[in-house]
């Protein structure tokens, strides 16, 4: 759009011409805003109110006085183990998430990128987690895990792999990895489509050329595939990881966050805070903190591989 | 110029928007005396016959007042204080509020509830006695105190044993007037534990209100408050019952270590088989031993257990009003009828728990030796309110500290002092957010 603007301001650009810009701007102006209007209510407005509560004491009640505290807000969330230990557990889940379900999600793509017979069903298939709203995979895979009547432990008894039933969502030490399984199996549509469709953007003569020159499959895959793929997988990496490290539904219908906070995502903290203790103010410095880390971390990823891939 | 005008216009419809939103709330209250009014109940009951219950009484109540219509509204006790934050900040809270003591006490310092101060019949107030009241009063936040919400059904711990297991090990039948004492229990247990099977499985899944109401069998109560500020406090009363418990789990080994996981009715199916003889529970419980348990198994309610004393620490749970009830009054009068003593004496059948009614409690349905109730009621003696009810913060020190703390205490993974340790100084740092 400045392109344009810019060329045919251009024959004009005379004494008038700064003022012909500004009633330009001004029209542009005057044509957004119908759009600019819900965006600014329904989007921008919540986002400073919740900035501008990060900074005051805000608590829940009808005779609550809320003040502005300035940074100390910070200061307590800093010295906090429990928000430490959350925003671990929140970091451990983040990345095995992100990257086992990249893993699982490309060889899955890679199966399908070849031609088997009943491609299209099966692709059709896979897409069916993605089709599930998360609070309903929760119920599911709670039914998958229950300790008595889950299938789960009824399968693993049958084939003679356990002796007794284990409580999986329960157990201190399994909890976490049990949830991230479910998080793993949820996500994985999305990434397969998206690594299917990078795959199916490579060109065909990339790999004739390699055959010619005698490379192996493996060699194939490392030296064309992933090159070819790079900016697809930066993308959808990037976006996993910060939908993972944001999820909430899912793991609450799961754990709650137990046991005993093994489970506590930096999501279920912040909503602790906020819904269950009152502390609206704080719970808002918890969910601005994080946007800082999550900015920070993509910055820092996607620079260098733009750097590498430059 | 323009964009000066495209800004003003933009502002006042956000104002428009802001006031319509907010005038929406205040205009339902212009028309108070114009047609029947309607109420909102939000009723926890889960129990078949306790949510029977209670929509009949509202049935009934519905027939002879047609000008004051009850909603019944299901809600569940997993969310529902997640639940009610939320309606009460947005203004429009259910009118008549089923929860529990524990959580009255910090929504009535934030002004969420109304004070039933003077406001309840005679009849009601002196048909449930004071150390019940006592449950439901509590600070207003503002320097004040006041009665936050009727208490009408309270639950002891009991202990559910198999009788035949106690017959064969000739053990003494306690009765409430001669309790069993900790030291005789754990006796009893040890003796009971042959055979691979166990004294007693103390299902520990939820630890802290049992074990803080047990705590005060030896006077130990968790908590000293100083005016409005509460600090915790983990000395040798406290200790007494952490320590049987643990030394029935791994000295005596007379309880079933595997239990300990268990939420309370999970150990249910051991204990009709035979693999524990006892099993430590709320009196609710009876219910699902009565549906569940084989034909032919006999099994017998054995009054709470004496140390110094016989106290427990009790909560109710509790029909409040919402201080933005727009009808608080009909409110208050539902509530009235809801709780009269005849009314009490079905709710506490429907979900197996003991009515505050003085008069429900002699209602021959609850003094029959069928199903125990006699000993339940007469447990209801010994219910004093639970020290950490008036403990600003408890819920936060409760499933932060104290949880992981006493569950890795039973799991032998901590000792005493250990859990001491963590309880008085992790604990004493989230109370002091509330005492500010």
Known sequence: MTLTADRTRKPAADHRGAGKRSRQGRETFVLMLPALVPVLIFSVGPLLYGIFLAFTDARSGRNAVTSFVGLSNFGDLMTDADFWASFRIGLIWAVSVTVLQFLASLGLALLLNEDLRFRSFTRVLVLVPWAMPPVVIGLMWRLVYHPNAGILNSVLTDVGLLDHNIDWLNDFSIALPAVIVVGIWTGMPQTTVVLLAGLQGVPKELYEAGHMDGASTFRRFWSITLPQLRPVIVTITSLDFVWNINQFGLVYVLTQGGPGGQTRLPMLFAYEEAFRYGFFGYAATLGVAFVIVVLAVLGLYIWRQMREAN | ?436
């Open chain 2, 1 to 436: 110029m323009r964009t000066r005008t495209a800004l003003a216009v933009a502002a006042a419809t956000m104002a428009a928007l802001t006031a319509g939103c907010s005038s929406g709330g205040g205009a339902g209250g212009g028309d108070q005396a114009a047609g029947p009014v309607s109420l909102k109940f939000l009723s926890l009951a889960w129990q078949k016959e306790s949510i029977a219950a209670n929509k009949q009484l509202v049935d009934e109540w519905n027939k002879a007042n047609p000008t004051t219509k009850v909603e019944y509204v299901q809600g569940s006790w997993d969310n529902v204080n997640d639940q009610l934050v939320t309606s009460f900040e947005g203004g429009d809270p259910p009118d008549v509020i089923h929860d529990d003591s524990p959580a009255l006490a910090g929504f009535a310092s934030r002004g969420y509830l109304m004070d039933l101060t003077g406001k309840l019949p005679a009849d009601l107030k002196s048909d449930i006695p004071q150390p019940a009241w006592d449950t439901v009063t509590f600070a207003d936040g503002k320097g004040g105190q006041g009665v936050y919400g009727v208490p009408f059904l309270q639950e002891s711990q009991v202990i559910i044993a198999n009788k035949k297991l106690l017959d064969a090990a000739k053990v003494r039948i306690p009765t409430p007037d001669s309790p069993w004492t900790w030291d005789e229990y754990a006796e009893i247990s040890k003796k009971l534990t042959k055979d691979g099977a166990f004294g007693v499985a103390w299902p520990l899944k939820s630890p802290v209100n049992k074990v803080l109401n047990l705590g005060l069998n030896f006077g130990g109560t968790f908590f000293t408050t100083d005016g409005t500020k509460a600090t915790v406090k983990v000395g040798p009363e406290e200790r007494e019952v952490l320590q049987r418990i643990h030394d029935q789990l791994y000295k005596d080994k007379s309880a079933d270590p595997s239990a300990l996981g268990m939420g309370t009715a999970d150990p249910l199916p051991g204990f009709y088989a035979g693999k524990y003889a006892m099993l430590p529970a709320g009196v609710y419980l009876r219910q699902q031993v009565v549906e569940q348990a084989p034909p032919g198994f006999e099994w017998i309610t054995i009054p709470p257990l004496k140390g110094t004393t016989s106290e427990q620490g009790a909560t109710s749970q509790t029909l409040s009003v919402a201080a933005d009830s727009k009808y608080p009054d009909q409110a208050t009068k539902f509530i009235s009828f809801f709780l009269n003593s005849t009314n009490q004496a079905k709710l506490a059948k429907g979900d197996w728990l003991l009515p505050t009614s003085v008069k429900a409690a002699s209602d021959p349905s609850m003094t029959t030796t069928e199903n125990g109730w006699d000993v339940a009621t007469a447990s209801a003696k010994d219910l004093v309110v639970a020290p950490y009810l008036r403990v600003n913060g408890f819920d936060e020190w409760k499933s932060k500290v104290a949880t992981p703390t006493l569950q890795q205490y039973f799991a032998n993974k901590i000792t005493l002092d250990q859990a001491a340790e963590t309880l008085v100084t992790e604990g004493d740092k989230v109370l002091e957010r509330y005492n500010k």
